[in-house]
């Protein structure tokens, strides 16, 4: 079992910066893959970005890429995202998220793990 807990949401003015940060319990965090997943109100949950167990290989979504930055640091057992250049449309409850297998996965049926979401609204 993981247990997986998000950080960092709030409320950005379109052009800023947040960081999510998941902190991650329960195993073996390096075993896993992590992903990040947002959801807004009335759309179905989309993946954003995923970082593999050691860090060396990453996936963006498209909507994301070159603005938003996924890392982990597998001594604090911790996964990031950092968004920069923020959109309104990026309006969303984002979800960390952990797979067993170690690799990038963009569909959220390859995880099996996720943590409660935090709240990322932008203003324009």
């Known amino acids: 079992q993981v247990q997986l807990v998000e950080s960092g949401g709030g409320l950005a003015q379109a052009g800023g910066s947040l960081r999510l940060s998941c902190a991650a319990s329960?195993?073996?965090?390096?075993?896993?893959?992590m992903g990040w997943f947002r959801q807004a109100p009335g759309k179905e949950r989309e993946f954003v970005a995923a970082?593999?167990?050691?860090?060396?290989?990453?996936h963006y979504a498209d909507s994301v890429k070159g603005r938003f930055t996924i890392s982990r640091d597998n001594a604090k057992n911790t996964v990031y995202l950092q968004m920069n250049s923020l959109k309104p449309e990026d309006t969303a409850v984002y979800y960390c998220?952990?797979?067993?297998?170690?690799?990038?996965?963009?569909?959220?049926?390859?995880?099996?793990?996720w943590g409660q979401g935090t709240q990322v609204t932008v203003s324009s």
């Open positions: 998220a952990a797979r067993p297998y170690g690799q990038v996965d963009t569909s959220p049926r390859g995880y099996n793990y």
């Open positions: 970082v593999n167990w050691s860090g060396g290989s990453t």
């Open positions: 329960g195993r073996t965090f390096s075993n896993y893959g």
